[in-house]
């Protein structure tokens, strides 16, 4: 015993996404294209909910505040990856891997009560219009945005106190020991990986794990289903002109909705994942799912309406500059 503790991990090894270095190549393109559209899309949807006074609406304060949590869960494993994808070591500390771990389940989490947030600003816009704007209030909006974020962050610190803090070892969590294997099959850390590499049986962590994040992504999916489905509902019995305008609002949430939870559904649910496809379903939820986001909202006409108004604005402040 005493000479596996003498075997202490410092840090962990990533296989990557592939040894071809063609592909390599194609990958560090196509990550690093898609990582810098999503942080400049998010980024243009914030200044425009910021700057244009039309745009002071409950839901595109939520749709503004969903795109900083984008743009900070991009950044979570994004800049390693694209780094990494041309280097022979790729290695990330334990300290730095235990952080990935702690600040991509806070964003997940805040994400999803964000999007519930964002159903209940929908149902209320459509289901109860005429008391909207006493119901969805400025400080109703803050007290949703700080909710999210609040249960977000307890979550985290929950999962991060309960494996990380009994332990008077920064490289031993829960009781578990790492002595030795420290090779992950993937890109970033994430904690069931983390698990399968301790010198001890963690089937039962790894079971609680799945139970947590499982349930927590799938009760928050059919919440949201029920809702929307409730609007729905509302919209055909009540059907009139604005009708059309309120299933394209919807589908715009239930498309970014679908895109966020199923890969986190099939990676945390399927009995039997591959490794291959749970990578290549981790680039979609880093990458891919923070650039479609602020695509999918500013297909929406108030949205392309303001930002030709800001860049008029931009354009004109140029010429008296």
């Not at 780094?83 to 964003?107: N, P, R, Y």
């Not at 979550?155 to 332990?167: A, E, N, Q, T």
């Not at 019995?237 to 309120?246: N, Q, V």
Request: hydrophobic letters at 55%; one cysteine or more.
């Amino acid at each position: 015993m005493d000479g596996m503790n003498q075997l202490i991990v410092s840090e962990f090894v990533f296989l990557g996404l592939t040894n071809s270095w063609e592909i390599q190549l194609l990958l560090f393109v196509f990550s690093f294209l898609f990582y810098l559209a999503s942080m400049m899309g998010n980024l243009v949807i914030v200044l425009t909910v910021t700057l244009d006074a039309h745009l002071h609406s409950p839901m595109y304060f939520l749709l503004a505040n969903l795109s900083v949590i984008d743009m900070l869960f991009c950044s979570i494993t994004a800049p390693k990856m694209i780094c990494d994808i041309l280097k022979k070591h790729k290695a990330i500390s334990f300290c730095g891997c235990i952080m990935q771990i702690f600040f991509s389940h806070a964003f997940a989490d805040t994400e999803m009560v964000l999007l519930i947030a964002m159903a209940f600003d929908r149902y209320v816009a459509i289901c109860k219009p005429l008391h909207y704007l006493t119901i969805m209030s400025p400080k109703m909006c803050l007290y949703l945005l700080v909710t999210s974020w609040v249960i977000g962050l307890i979550h985290s610190l929950l999962f991060f106190f309960f494996f990380f803090g009994p332990s008077t070892h920064w490289f031993n969590f829960c009781g578990v020991p790492f002595c030795g294997p420290n090779v992950l099959d993937s890109f970033y850390c994430d904690l069931l990986w983390i698990l399968r590499l301790a010198c001890t049986n963690t089937q039962e962590l790894e079971f609680m794990v799945t139970i947590n994040i499982g349930l927590i992504s799938v009760g928050s999916f059919v919440l949201l289903v029920i809702s929307y489905v409730l609007i729905l509902f509302t919209v055909w019995k009540h059907s009139s002109g604005g009708s059309s305008k309120a299933v394209s609002t919807l589908s715009t949430h239930i498309t970014v909705v679908v895109l966020f939870f199923g890969p986190l559904m099939f990676f945390y649910t399927w009995p039997s994942p591959t490794s291959h496809l749970d990578k290549y379903l981790a680039i979609f939820d880093a990458v891919i799912t923070p650039f479609l986001n602020p695509v999918i909202y500013t297909f929406r006409k108030e949205m392309r309406v303001a930002m030709r108004r800001l860049c008029g604005r931009l354009v004109c402040y140029r010429k008296i500059s």
